[in-house]
């Protein structure tokens, strides 16, 4: 189940404005608020931390010294194994810290999930910064996001990216490629600290706006039909064993790089090149299954030839 959003009774506790590649969970016809998003997610749940024990001699239960196990009080089920410093922050708590960034509300939340049996959480708003290129009809909208743990394996995240969040792969892509986050630990200060959390704000409009400058400086530096060809040439390199199915690799790229969608527009420049390689990985790279695919794309070899072409281009 690479999703990892809890299911309870055949439905999944999920919530988004668009259908998500796993089919599952309430989709809404428009954006919600954190309230809507709370309750249509099954986020609602509180989380309680409680003295672990174990059975000693003569039936007298014995405390486990600094251990203390988290729990969901709606089902009892246990989350995690915890020490004593660590504070819970409720997804309530947690989640409040839009409020300072988007206002309360408003209803500008696009994802909100729970994964595995609660012991972490998401939830996503869409910005209203996001990324144009000069010339085209190309947009990337931009999203703010909060992951929260309740087993102790985590902090409580939050950050900016062009990732929308569906399942815990997806959060794993969004944590991974955000240029910028703000990381808070379970202790004390946790509950003060997201009340500051909205500097991300000012992240928001730094990372757009530094994103921008870059797309539109690739999308005004010429490439030529010949350097295309090497470009693909020296990021898929081939042996003589394995030289036609590389072949038709580097055909596959100069398809998406020539007759992409949208790229009718940007053929000559390396925004193009760096599009056309991207619909490549993304829409004709041969997966096994869509398991695979967000990993390639998140750890794998996909994401190694997009950070290559990527440094290639930029230093053209």
Sequence with gaps: MAHNLRLADGKADFATTAPAWHGLGTVVKEAMTAKEAIELAGLGYEVQKEIMTIEGK???????????????????????TVGNRYQLVQNKEAFNFFDAIIGEDMAMYETAGVLGIGEKVFITAKMPDFIRITGTDDLTEIYVYLTSTHDGSGSIIAGVTSQRIVCSNTLNLALKNSINKVSIRHTK???????????????????????????????TKPVTDAKVKELVKNVFKSESKDSSRIENIRLAVLDSYYNGIGQEKIIGTAYGVLQGFTHFLSHKKNYRD??????????????KVANEIGQMLITL
Excluded: W
């Design 189 to 219: 200060s946790a509950k003060v600290a997201l009340e500051s959390a909205h500097k991300v704000l000012g992240i928001s409009h730094q990372y757009t706006t530094e994103l921008n400058e870059c797309l539109n400086y690739l999308a």
């Design 290 to 303: 869509s398991s695979i695919k967000l990993e390639s794309l998140m750890n794998g070899e996909s994401n």
């Design 58 to 80: 003569n039936g007298f239960n014995i405390v486990v010294p600094n251990a203390f196990a988290t729990k969901r009080t709606d089902t009892n089920e246990i989350l995690g």
